[in-house]
């Protein structure tokens, strides 16, 4: 994990940590001998104190059950929706997609499922598998408006394809 001395959280849209440093704790975890899902918890720890975040949650898209399902989250209180049809939602919209989504006022985005009164901003990074399909996604939430400004983005996205193996076949064993 990324040491908290180093990641104080930073005005809306400001890099809280070198993305160096983020992208190297993050390749140490996905190498790590731990538990997936122990290795998905430091990725979600990682992730919330390298921006300062709010809330940061690990999710498995389940297309033969139609769901998407939270695996791991960091932050003050578990998720409103554990587990959702796969088309609701901004975490739909990056499936049907494959890309990034990025609101910087969830407030005024029909899609957004409300999950904690204090979310102001949100992005979901789709994790796209072997077979060019999104396998699952990261979802990142702040207090502050526009927190995820183009850099902030640029990095989620490298940090996103950092941590794609936890999501291979041989990872989900």
């Not at 005005?11 to 992208?23: F, I, K, Q, T």
């Not at 494959?98 to 102001?120: F, I, P, R």
């Amino acid at each position: 994990m990324v040491e908290s001395s180093s990641c104080e959280p930073k005005e809306a849209g400001e890099l809280s940590c070198p993305a160096r440093s983020v992208l190297e704790a993050l390749r140490t975890i996905v190498l790590n001998k731990g538990s997936r899902k122990q290795r998905l918890r430091d990725v979600a720890e990682t992730l919330r104190q390298s921006g300062g975040y709010r809330w940061v949650g690990l999710y498995d898209v389940v297309p033969a059950r139609g769901i998407v399902s939270c695996l791991v989250w960091d932050g003050p209180s578990a998720p409103q929706y554990p587990e959702f049809p796969m088309e609701k939602g901004l975490t739909g919209r990056s499936i049907r997609s494959g890309k990034t989504v990025n609101v910087g006022d969830v407030a005024s985005d029909v899609d957004y499922l409300t999950a904690l009164e204090s979310t102001k901003s949100e992005i979901i990074l789709p994790i796209i598998g072997d077979e060019g399909l999104v396998v699952g996604t990261v979802d990142v939430e702040s207090q502050f408006r526009n927190a995820f400004g183009p850099e902030v983005q640029a990095l989620l996205e490298e940090c996103a394809e950092v941590i794609r193996p936890l999501w291979d076949r041989a990872a989900r064993t």
